[in-house]
């Protein structure tokens, strides 16, 4: 393991969702010990949070491993794991929830299973436990990303995560597409492997999902799915769409003239000529608007880059120098 990880930085984002973490941090650092590898964590404060604040600086005072940072205000866990990310000093970054998920004391078992072949490891929580509306909710949103991605995993609601430096560093992170990290992860070539890990028998939510959560959450998957998919190819998206649109529309337009034509049946106050119109108005314009997405993408295409290179095998040897 050591070949592996040389320092692994723990980053615990702590949200409007948070356990005993006088409690649950040391476990933490129990856990990570017994792995015989040296770490650091890093508690990310998402807004003041004084009263939690001061319970952690007592708890530092006792600990050489933990390090706080304190936002002034709430901008989100995207924005709380990008500091912890910029404060690492580890070669391996491990993220791991404010409250519990899974058992600590399974926390070895991720940093066993981290490979130099693999550039991230997701926890799974196995067996899952929940109740059957939760259940079906989880598999109705991951199979919905599947259809959308062709990427099959099975508990990205999991914070419990491994992954190498140059992950974190090609992945910038915002909004709520911390939960897709993973996916995002794939798109830029990097490999991702799930790991199995017991559930804690704490991990439970406590609180109820709102219509307005759902719709973040079709919207969130919206995101992902054009970020996946079509992010340096707009035109393939908005040019199929409008090319549909526009086509049913002259379709229905065409249909028109030639029942004017040769059935002697008016234009006038036809809908279905309203509809086809406004159809081919709306491929038009979705049409331009992934030509001009094309064009602001062309114009920074120099600025971006999409691949990660894992490894560079040979070079130019220096020539022999020749003896006199």
Not at 133 to 141: A, I, Q, S, Y
Not at 165 to 172: F, H, M, T
Not at 295 to 300: A, G, K, R
């Amino acid at each position: 393991m050591s070949k592996v990880i040389s320092l692994c930085s723990v980053i615990v984002p702590v949200g409007s969702r948070v356990d005993d973490l006088e409690q649950l941090l040391p476990e933490y650092a129990a856990a990570i010990g017994s792995a015989g590898v040296d770490f650091e964590i890093i508690v990310v404060l998402d807004g003041l949070k004084d009263e939690l604040l001061h319970k952690l600086q007592e708890l530092k005072d006792s600990s050489e491993w933990l390090r706080i940072i304190q936002f002034s205000r709430e901008f989100g866990q995207s924005a709380a794991l990008m500091a912890g990310f910029g404060a690492a000093k580890g070669d391996v970054l491990v993220t791991l929830p404010a409250y519990w998920q899974v058992q600590a004391k399974e926390l070895p078992k991720l940093l066993a299973a981290a490979d130099a072949e693999d550039d991230m490891l997701i926890a799974v929580r196995w067996p899952r436990a929940g109740s059957a509306f939760e259940n079906l909710r989880r598999k109705m949103f991951h199979g919905m990303l599947k259809f959308i991605t062709a990427l099959n995993y099975r508990d990205l609601g999991c914070g419990v995560r491994l992954f190498k430096r140059e992950v974190a560093d090609e992945i910038p992170l915002y909004g709520d597409q911390y939960r897709f990290l993973p996916l995002l992860a794939v798109r830029r070539g990097f490999r991702v492997r799930e790991v199995e890990l017991t559930q804690s028998t704490s991990d439970s939510f406590r609180g109820r999902y709102r219509i307005r959560d759902y719709v973040h959450g079709v919207l969130d998957v919206m995101t992902v799915f054009f970020l996946v998919r079509f992010t340096k190819k707009p035109l393939r998206f908005f040019g199929s769409v409008g090319f549909l649109s526009a086509g049913v529309g002259v379709i229905f337009v065409l249909v028109l003239v030639l029942q004017r034509m040769f059935f002697d049946q008016p234009l006038a106050d036809r809908p279905a000529l309203l509809l086809g119109s406004l159809l081919i108005v709306l491929g038009v314009q979705l049409f331009g608007l992934g030509l001009l997405g094309e064009l602001v993408i062309f114009s920074h295409a120099a600025e971006s880059k999409e691949y990660a290179i894992r490894q560079i095998v040979g070079g130019k040897k220096k020539a022999p120098e020749k003896s006199e």
